[in-house]
Structure formats: structure tokens, C-alpha cells
């Protein structure tokens, strides 16, 4: 009976969540891998297709594509080592090896694909940047790819993505402007100029912050030798005084009684006492 009645309650809040609009349910596809997020974590991987349970409002799930996929950029200015701006239109052929490494660092596809992008615009830049028009265009072009795929598969191997081509489509050269090459020039410069501004501040913050470091180490560790010092001088005082005492109390008080007129007694201060004040017994004739 008790049995029955699980599986009658778990039909009911089922049919319960259906009516509301909410499935429990969700469906992996033949050409995804889904990850299942619990509360902003990922907490399962999964890679073969089917029907799935999740956990309503608690959990929900991202898809990621499994199959070899097409990337076709933007076209894009690139600066040849002559000085010729080219504009370049490129695709490549990417896949995501690691989808859990893939939503850590960016949460969706759309996202992984964007830095994907960044990546292999970036190395098609320097590279070319390091080649002629003419290389570029009829002479090295396949070493050229050859040497962009390997370093952007490099890079974007740590965000869980697979590079397995990356080929330019078409390389135009578009009117010469003499303004206008070096406008884009000063930008790049000025973009490195403001990366090396930039690093270089947070160089010089961490070494301030060390700095201050050591300085309040070095402040407080004087003050605890100070402190020590002061305590054990004032002890060795007091002990002379005690020894002193001990030797012959009357000197010992009649000393004492000299450094107090001496610092309480000056030209400047005034003393209203009695006659007879112990203070001037030293003073009194005898």
C-alpha cells in the first residue's frame, strides 16, 4: 500500500507540473551533450541521448553541440609586414571536446563561440602582420593556416574547444588609403600603448602593496624590540634602585631628592607649599 501510494503522489505532482507549464522532464538530442545546473553549478554531464528527470525550479539544463561545427568570421582588416591592409574573410571547423569546460568558463555555446573568435582573429593577425602581401596571397598561405590552427587549437584547448581548421575564403585588398592605414595604425598602438600602461599599473600596485607590507612588518617588529628594550632597561633600573636602597637607604632617598628639586625647580616654575612640606627637608638647616 505504501508503495502505491508514492507512485500515485509522484504521478500527481507529474500531472501537477505539467498543468502549471513546468516538465520535470527535458529530451538529450543524438548531437548534444547536456549539462544539468543546480543552483548556478553544474552537477551532471550528459552524453548519450534520451529522456532525462530533473528537479523543477531547482535544476535546468544547457545543451551544447557535439558535432563538428562551422565557424565563418566577420571580415576583418589584417596589416601585412609591407604595410597593405588586407581584408580578410575566414572560416574555420571547431568542435567543444569538454562542454563542462566550456559553461565554466562561459556558460553558453554562443559565448564559448564570440572568445573563439577572438582567438583565432587575434593569431591570424600576427601571423599575417609577419608575412608580405605577396606571401599572404599566392606563396605561403597554406603554411600560413597551418601555423593559425595550431595556435588558436593551443589557446582555445583551455576552454575545452577543438580547432580542426582554420582557412581564409577570400583576402581583398581594398582602396589604398594612406589616412586611413595610419588611423588604424595609431589605434593599434594606442591599444598596446594602453595594455602596457595597464600591466604596467598593476605592476607597480603590487609592488607598492609588497612595499607597504614589508614596511609595517618591518614598523612593527622595531616597536616589539623597542617595547622589549624599554622593559628591560626599566627592569635593570629597578633593580639598581632596589641594590642602592638596600646599601644604604638614606643616600639612596637624599639622591632621589636631588634629581626631583632638579627637575621640579627651575626659573620658570612656582611652588606654593607649606614650611614644613617633607618636599624641603633636604633644604632645612640641621
Known amino acids: 500500500m505504501?508503495?502505491?501510494?508514492?507512485?500515485?503522489?509522484?504521478?500527481?505532482?507529474?500531472?501537477?507540473?505539467?498543468?502549471?507549464g513546468v516538465s520535470?522532464?527535458?529530451?538529450?538530442?543524438v548531437t548534444q551533450t547536456a549539462i544539468v545546473i543546480q543552483l548556478g553549478k553544474p552537477v551532471r554531464t550528459i552524453t548519450e541521448p534520451?529522456?532525462?528527470?530533473?528537479?523543477?525550479f531547482v535544476q535546468n539544463v544547457v545543451y551544447?553541440?557535439?558535432?563538428?561545427?562551422?565557424?565563418?568570421?566577420?571580415?576583418?582588416?589584417?596589416?601585412?609586414?609591407?604595410k597593405k591592409t588586407l581584408l580578410i574573410d575566414n572560416?574555420?571547423?571547431?568542435?567543444?571536446?569538454?562542454?563542462?569546460?566550456?559553461?565554466?568558463?562561459?556558460?553558453?555555446?554562443?559565448?564559448?563561440?564570440a572568445r573563439l573568435d577572438d582567438i583565432i582573429y587575434s593569431e591570424l593577425r600576427v601571423e599575417l602582420g609577419r608575412h608580405t602581401l605577396s606571401e599572404i596571397v599566392s606563396q605561403t598561405r597554406s603554411e600560413i593556416m597551418k601555423i593559425v590552427t595550431a595556435r588558436a587549437?593551443?589557446?582555445?584547448?583551455?576552454?575545452?574547444?577543438?580547432?580542426?581548421?582554420?582557412?581564409?575564403?577570400?583576402?581583398?585588398?581594398?582602396?589604398?588609403?594612406?589616412?586611413?592605414?595610419?588611423?588604424?595604425?595609431?589605434?593599434?598602438?594606442?591599444r598596446e600603448a594602453k595594455r602596457y600602461r595597464s600591466e604596467g599599473a598593476e605592476e607597480a600596485q603590487k609592488?607598492?602593496?609588497?612595499?607597504?607590507?614589508?614596511?609595517?612588518?618591518?614598523?612593527?617588529?622595531?616597536?616589539?624590540?623597542?617595547q622589549a628594550l624599554m622593559g628591560g632597561g626599566d627592569a635593570q633600573a629597578f633593580k639598581?634602585?632596589?641594590?642602592?636602597?638596600?646599601?644604604?637607604?638614606?643616600?639612596?632617598?637624599?639622591?632621589?631628592?636631588?634629581?626631583?628639586?632638579?627637575?621640579?625647580?627651575d626659573k620658570e616654575t612656582t611652588l606654593v607649599l607649606s614650611p614644613d612640606s617633607e618636599f624641603f627637608k633636604f633644604l632645612k638647616g640641621r
Do not use: C, H
Request: aromatic content about 12%; overall charge negative.
Open 153 to 190: 587549437n593551443e589557446k582555445a584547448g583551455a576552454y575545452g574547444i577543438e580547432v580542426e581548421d582554420v582557412r581564409i575564403k577570400r583576402a581583398d585588398l581594398p582602396e589604398q588609403n594612406e589616412k586611413a592605414v595610419f588611423t588604424r595604425m595609431q589605434a593599434e598602438r594606442e
Open 240 to 265: 639598581t634602585y632596589a641594590q642602592a636602597y638596600r646599601q644604604d637607604p638614606d643616600f639612596f632617598e637624599f639622591t632621589r631628592t636631588m634629581e626631583a628639586y632638579k627637575k621640579a625647580l
Open 207 to 226: 609592488i607598492r602593496s609588497e612595499a607597504e607590507k614589508e614596511r609595517e612588518i618591518l614598523v612593527a617588529e622595531a616597536y616589539k624590540t623597542s
Open 24 to 29: 520535470p522532464f527535458f529530451v538529450v538530442d
Open 91 to 113: 572560416f574555420a571547423k571547431w568542435r567543444i571536446k569538454d562542454p563542462l569546460k566550456v559553461y565554466e568558463a562561459f556558460q553558453t555555446q554562443q559565448a564559448a563561440l
Open 2 to 20: 505504501t508503495n502505491r501510494l508514492i507512485a500515485l503522489w509522484t504521478a500527481i505532482a507529474i500531472v501537477v507540473l505539467l498543468l502549471m
Open 64 to 82: 551544447f553541440d557535439k558535432r563538428l561545427l562551422d565557424y565563418d568570421a566577420v571580415s576583418q582588416d589584417v596589416i601585412t609586414t609591407d
Open 50 to 56: 534520451g529522456l532525462r528527470l530533473k528537479l523543477p
